[in-house]
């Protein structure tokens, strides 16, 4: 099936929206949190423990993929979904944010860019042209441009070219890419610098893509920057086509950007951080392994009702950790994940109800969101 | 409900009998081999997995469940049944195994164990009463004696004198023992002298426990040699009590030893196999990190039909486990113990219909058993 965005309510009262995404792969309600299945697994869970959680779609690293097992690996296997066993919808990433964070010793020209693998050293090249290509190997719903993402902070000049190359390697993206069952989604640079951003976006929306991406944010910059920048970037952008926010998805500017029209998310921090112990709750982080829960024998949550607090204690995820269970980070995993998911449905909710306001307010004061 | 054990069937044609271990949470049909839930969790896995994959009993390490978190915290939360929400039947050991396979600078005497604890060099000290309520506390259905497992090789004089100590610690064990729903099975030793093996068990069986354990074998003994005097010393034992060979649980092992008449086994094999890319098949074992299953999407054995059987490729199980992915090891690990299980199933099936010899010889014939 082809790809659409429908736009099925916006908040009376504020720009947060409730849509639905129709992929190949199924239907998505937005907003939405995309966790990461970075190397073609959302860490420590099985598709159908993610399924069971609420995950709708989920992210794939093309950067990743690329190195391993390779897109001739997953192309042979019929694409990442069966590769995987995820028959979900799937967004891939182009690669850039990744070879532009991990990688060392690029070079980036108009071409592409040249980055060394992390895994093993060897030099690797990536085009437009090779992005869109390698992300039709892989056989996600919805797949990204290549762009510059550029760091935190940046002079105007830097991101000005940045800005300027991410527009040229958009179109050419767009020109190459030939799998129409894919959504490819443009993206908007242009750092801290609202003049820019204005650029990238207006520039990007001109090309029209089904769908329009904010990348660069997250990277550093204080978040309030991020939301003065970000309110008048989404009024450039089409009412009638997704937005997606990336990179960003603690609890707080998930639902501020919520409000301010964004309707997709992804973040390693609930992954992440459950491998460290972190814990995401209604009265705000914890991290298991503090002391204080050797004897606790409550839920991670008192007001969670996931598979995790429902049989396990602080005390025993506590042990599980402090001795180097993996259960542990499955169990922790699974919970800041429901955590996430929930949060999301329960402002998609407050949105279909004109809301949205009070109830992110009401959060502020019932929670402690970080 | 107190513990019994009932012999519902003897093979015609050999020892191997199948029967019904009745325990105060839940009943298990013998032959069974029972997962190491060491710390408290089967490595990797969730109860409600263990149960799918077919486990009916799992056992605990008294060693690392006494030095982490502490009888205490099982205690205050209910016991490890509650702890670890399983609520199946577990079998602890008394601890003196481990005692004896990790700790350093022990002390034995008639009175007990000193050692130094893995985790921080504390000293502690573990005597047969001690032994024994620690096990209370921590609520086991089926707990064992202390024990002193002596090494392959060891001495006459000193195999000897291990099982006097042996010997007496169980007379101790047994008169401390005070919770009676739980079941204290004794514990033969004697390394690899048949007569010090006799005099263990004739001593063990005139003191009367509702379950016979042989220990010290899987200590580096030639296999032959563990056969030719477990065979003798099974005959000790009295038929309507289960027979449980500690620490073996290779398939080949695993179904001589059910032909000889033991009833339950235990092994670290399957799970830590699992972790390190072994994998059991129909076939032989194969491991997964193997170059030649990068493009291999075949499942890991198709004689299976457990869920990661039905699920995943070897290439993808590859990947994952070379990407240093966890969900390699819960997937390799639910497959491994599936083999196991699916083994002793099928061996139960088999006696009952006084064919375990042919079902044997046939798995020898048609599998690669390791």
Redesign the interface.
């Given at each position: 099936m082809a790809f659409n965005f429908e736009l099925k309510h916006t908040d009376k009262n504020c720009r947060a929206r409730v849509g639905k995404l129709t992929t190949s792969h199924g239907v998505v309600e937005t907003p939405v949190f995309m966790p990461l299945g970075t190397?073609?697994?959302v860490?420590?869970?099985?598709p159908e423990e993610l399924k069971e959680i609420g995950a709708e779609i989920i992210l794939g690293n093309t950067y990743?993929l690329y190195l391993?097992?390779g897109v001739e690996?997953i192309e042979?296997?019929g694409g990442l979904h069966r590769?995987?066993?995820w028959e979900g919808p799937i967004l891939t990433d182009s690669g850039g944010f990744q070879i532009f964070s991990l990688s060392e010793t690029l070079r980036v020209t108009d071409q592409g860019v040249e980055f060394k693998s992390i895994v093993d050293g060897s030099l690797h090249f990536l085009s437009p042209e090779s992005a869109a290509k390698i992300q039709e190997g892989l056989g996600g719903d919805i797949i990204m441009v290549l762009d510059e993402c550029t760091p935190h902070p940046a002079s105007r000049d830097y991101v000005n070219e940045a800005v300027l190359r991410t527009l040229d390697w958009a179109r050419r993206c767009k020109k190459s890419h030939k799998k129409r069952r894919q959504a490819l989604f443009g993206i908007v640079q242009g750092g801290v610098y609202p003049e820019l951003r204005r650029l990238s976006a207006e520039g990007t929306v001109e090309m029209g893509f089904p769908g329009y991406a904010i990348g660069g944010f997250s990277v550093g910059e204080p978040h309030d920057l991020m939301f003065e920048i970000l309110g008048p970037t989404l009024e450039i952008l089409p009412l009638d086509k997704p937005r997606y926010l990336m990179g960003v998805g603690n609890s707080s500017s998930l639902l501020r950007a919520i409000e301010l029209g964004v309707d997709m998310f992804d973040c390693a921090l609930p992954t992440r951080m459950a491998r460290n112990g972190g814990v995401l709750t209604s009265q705000g982080r914890l991290n298991i392994r503090n002391a204080r829960h050797?004897?606790d024998?409550s839920p991670l949550d008192s007001n969670c009702n996931c598979y995790v607090c429902q049989?396990?204690?602080r005390?025993?995820l506590?042990?599980?950790h402090?001795?180097g269970?993996?259960?542990a980070?499955?169990?922790l995993t699974w919970h800041n994940l429901a955590f996430i998911f929930g949060l999301v449905k329960r402002a998609r909710e407050a949105i279909l109800d004109d809301s949205f306001k009070e109830f992110r307010r009401s959060l502020e004061l019932e929670f402690v969101l970080e």
């Open positions: 190397k073609g697994a860490k420590t869970l099985t990743h391993r097992p690996v042979e296997a590769f995987m066993h050797v004897k024998f049989n396990y204690s005390a025993y506590r042990h599980l402090t001795t269970e993996i259960l980070h499955r169990l």
